[in-house]
């Protein structure tokens, strides 16, 4: 079974915190997403990497980093946090190949900022 | 317009009812194509993956109509079990074979 952890299931910062959120994936899988999910938006992409040290920008990236060390590691970065951050954080690894786009989510980070 | 579209409900069905979700995406060039489920506070999980020709798992059937650029997902005899949201997923192309998903369908299915 693939699994795919992330750091913390809660979070509780306070505006202009840096916030670390991490996800490993045991299964050796090249992609990795981050998203976030809002109620009434669905998820929303806020950066992928499909190598190591490589990424690329999603849908929402503002405000986000991320990195990308190692192939089972990717963290997503909240360089000075923000209340309209809050939300349910999401990361999610998938193959490469024919049956690559079958992503696989960790439990989630809920986020809240104060 | 969204690129993935979903009635986002809620569907509140009897138990033992047959329910049906559509799906729909803008983007023609979308090759795969997903239904995910997601129970309360939880992560998506993959429920199936959709096929051109149609597929079925158990009580559950996924079609796709590339003319009309929808999937739908159909549920026989509903289970309290099967209350949860669904996800609908396509690709969209890219270095990584990003999916776009849908913000999902509230299914409650009542006693």
């Known amino acids: 079974d693939v699994k795919v952890t992330q750091s913390s299931r809660y979070l509780v910062k306070r505006t202009g915190e840096k916030v670390f959120l991490e996800c490993v994936q045991d299964m050796d899988h090249e992609n990795m997403f981050w998203y976030r999910q809002d109620p009434g938006l669905g998820l929303r992409l806020i950066y992928f990497s499909y190598d190591v040290k490589m990424k690329e920008k999603g849908d929402i990236p503002e405000g986000y980093s991320v990195s990308r060390e190692k192939k089972e590691r990717f963290s997503l970065i909240l360089e000075s946090a923000s209340t309209n951050q809050t939300s349910m954080y999401l990361c999610a690894s998938s193959l490469i190949g024919r049956s690559g786009e079958t992503q696989y989510f960790g439990p989630g980070t809920r986020l809240l900022v104060l | 317009r969204k690129e993935v579209e979903q009635d986002p409900g809620p569907f509140n069905v009897p138990e033992g009812a047959t329910v049906a979700f559509n799906c729909t995406y803008s983007n023609s060039a979308s090759q795969s194509f997903f239904w995910y489920r997601q129970d309360c506070r939880k992560e998506p999980k993959l429920l199936m993956s959709?096929?051109?020709s149609g597929n079925e798992d158990g009580r559950f059937t996924a079609q796709l109509n590339r003319a009309s650029q929808y999937i739908s997902l159909l549920i026989r005899d509903s289970k309290l079990s099967d209350s949860a949201t669904y996800l609908c997923a396509v690709t969209q192309g890219g270095s990584a074979r990003q999916l776009t998903f849908g913000s999902g369908t509230q299914l409650t299915v009542l006693p």
């Open positions: 959709v096929y051109s």
